[in-house]
């Protein structure tokens, strides 16, 4: 199942889903870039679960850890799974590009029933479906996976959008 993303991730050595892209900006410099990729990071990356991790100005590299909430949940009659996707969004400036890499990190399933307080489990991505054949709810992760798998590209894109164009557009407008 891994390659049916016709190449648009790869699985690295952490176990981790990575996603990269290179932009091409050859009317900006490093200075304009850096200040639209901070921008971006300022506007998506402000709740308590989103941090900036990383600001190195003179190399040009910002570094954020977020989380794709809610991307996949399932309610029987007792209990709901509701699935969030942690990440890490970094990029590289250099004058007239940008270097865009998106990374899964790894799953957060909340288990919530009856009176009992919620459980929260965290997964490696590349333990769970489709990566691990054998991987725990199947059908669960498959969708939670294929969910997660468009808002990377969706995040990327806005991220390129906001390079290119200057200005922002939040991720989520409600």
């Not at 990575?18 to 709740?47: G, H």
């Not at 957060?108 to 769970?128: A, F, K």
């Not at 669960?140 to 996976?145: C, D, H, I, S, V």
Request: net charge negative; charged share 25%; with cysteine.
């Amino acid at each position: 199942m891994h390659e049916e993303k016709n190449g648009q991730w790869q699985l690295d050595e952490n176990g981790y889903v990575i996603y990269q892209k290179v932009v091409e900006c050859s009317n900006l410099n490093k200075t304009k870039l850096y200040k639209r990729a901070m921008d971006y990071f300022v506007y998506n990356y402000r709740d308590v679960n989103s941090v900036i991790q990383n600001r190195d100005v003179a190399n040009g590299i910002i570094v954020a850890k977020g989380v794709f909430k809610n991307v996949h949940s399932l309610t029987d009659v007792l209990l709901s799974n509701i699935i969030d996707t942690w990440h890490l969004l970094k990029v590289e400036v250099k004058d007239g590009r940008a270097r865009i890499t998106l990374s899964l990190t790894q799953y957060e399933e909340t288990v919530r029933g009856g009176e009992l307080p919620d459980n929260h489990y965290l997964y490696p991505i590349s333990v769970q479906y489709p990566f691990n054949p054998n991987g725990y709810q199947k059908d669960l992760y498959e969708q939670a996976f294929q969910k997660s798998h468009l808002k990377a590209l969706e995040t990327i894109d806005l991220f390129e959008k906001a390079l290119r164009e200057g200005g922002v557009t939040k991720k989520d407008e409600w």
